[in-house]
């Protein structure tokens, strides 16, 4: 079956750095996905890894080690308006070049204090 | 502006009714995916559709139906054999070129069962 895994809830403080950890053992995995969600909101883009290393993206960067079924989100210079959920998902590829489905974490709650 | 769009925002219904929730895209994407999201649950996969007139059962499709007729609509029925359909709906879509793997989300509806 598929797994992912990921912390419920993170608190930080603003001008804090954090990182969210998401763990998977997935099969077909083909890349794995970072998503902001406000509550309420639709999730959005952050990143997107399918190469073992870092991707930087102004104060978001994103972490992947295909080997260890590991990657990590970094968030730098907090600011209130990050507080929100990050969802992890794990692109399975299925069969056929495009054709793949995305498997979610259940996502991390994170709060920003001041 | 090209983007996905959902209506309504909130829908109320009575247990044993049918309901249909819309999903529109004008991204000319040809994939197009249906999420269920309850509290403290990551996004499950209900169906998604590669092309017009075809679509597959996702990991949780029991007590739904869809339709693709149109490249830009994929609504999705909830029938009364759905055991707890209370939940926030999420519509995505994305191109299938190989070079693009972002699902792009819309706004939700938010189905409340009583």
């Known amino acids: 079956g598929q797994n992912i895994d990921q912390p419920t809830e993170m608190t930080a403080t603003e001008g804090a750095i954090v990182q969210i950890n998401c763990t998977y053992q997935?099969?077909?995995?083909?890349?794995l996905f970072w998503y902001q969600q406000h509550a309420g909101e639709a999730p959005t883009f952050l990143s997107y890894n399918v190469l073992d290393g870092l991707e930087e993206k102004g104060r978001f960067s994103s972490f992947l080690s295909r080997s260890k079924g590991y990657s990590y989100l970094l968030l730098k210079e907090l600011q209130m308006k990050d507080s929100a959920s990050y969802l992890c998902?794990?692109?399975?590829?299925?069969?056929?070049?495009?054709?793949?489905?995305?498997?979610f974490g259940k996502g991390t709650k994170l709060s920003v204090i001041p | 502006d090209g983007g996905i769009t959902q209506s309504p925002k909130y829908l109320f219904r009575k247990e044993g009714q049918n309901v249909t929730l819309s999903c529109e895209q004008n991204?000319?994407?040809?994939?197009m995916y249906w999420y269920r999201q309850d509290p403290g649950q990551g996004l499950r996969l209900i169906y998604y559709s590669q092309i017009v007139n075809d679509f597959q059962k996702g990991d949780i499709a029991e007590g739904y139906s869809v339709s693709r007729e149109k490249k830009e609509s994929f609504p999705l029925t909830v029938t009364s054999a759905q055991k707890n359909p209370t939940a926030f709906y999420l519509c995505?879509?994305?191109?299938?070129?190989?070079?693009?793997?972002?699902?792009?989300f819309g706004p939700g509806t938010r189905l409340t069962v009583t």
């Open positions: 991204l000319n994407h040809d994939a």
């Open positions: 995505a879509s994305r191109t299938t070129g190989t070079s693009s793997y972002e699902q792009y």
């Open positions: 997935t099969s077909g995995f083909n890349g």
């Open positions: 998902a794990c692109r399975l590829l299925y069969s056929g070049a495009g054709s793949y489905q995305l498997t």
